[in-house]
């Protein structure tokens, strides 16, 4: 059973950088896409950036375009989010879901939550004004 593991979530100021890692263990991720998720408090899960399977494809939303940058080292099976220039309404926990599509090339930004096939628990990001 795949099992993902988001860490490097913390505390930053405004205008500062992190680094998000998604590791997977127990499987690979050689035929899955991960679309980054975040939830602020109140609200519901947002898609916000994917990579497919392949990594040379990523799609962001509007919100966190130019801002955001997914990669990945399927040597690693992980999958990072650098994240720049933070806002406070940034601050959220942070997933990231898996989904297997054999279509390496492809990922879905606006995938719908209930349509991922993995979770991890979600990483903490909060930035401070």
């Known amino acids: 059973q795949l099992r993902l593991v988001e860490s490097g979530g913390g505390l930053v100021q405004f205008g500062g950088s992190l680094n998000l890692s998604c590791a997977a263990s127990?499987?690979?991720?050689?035929?899955?896409?991960i679309t980054w998720f975040r939830q602020a408090p109140g609200k519901e899960h947002e898609g916000i950036s994917c990579?497919?399977?392949?990594?040379?494809?990523?799609n962001y939303t509007d919100f966190v375009k130019g801002r955001f940058t997914s990669s990945r080292d399927n040597a690693k099976d992980t999958v990072y989010l650098q994240m720049n220039d933070l806002r406070p309404e940034d601050t959220a926990v942070y997933y990231c879901?898996?989904?297997?599509?054999?279509?390496?090339?492809?990922?879905?930004?606006?995938?719908?939550?209930?349509?991922?096939?993995?979770w991890g628990k979600g990483t903490l990001v909060i930035v401070s004004p």
């Open positions: 990579i497919s399977a392949s990594g040379t494809n990523a």
């Open positions: 879901a898996a989904r297997s599509n054999f279509v390496r090339s492809l990922c879905g930004v606006r995938s719908l939550p209930e349509s991922m096939d993995w």
């Open positions: 127990g499987g690979t991720l050689d035929y899955d896409y």
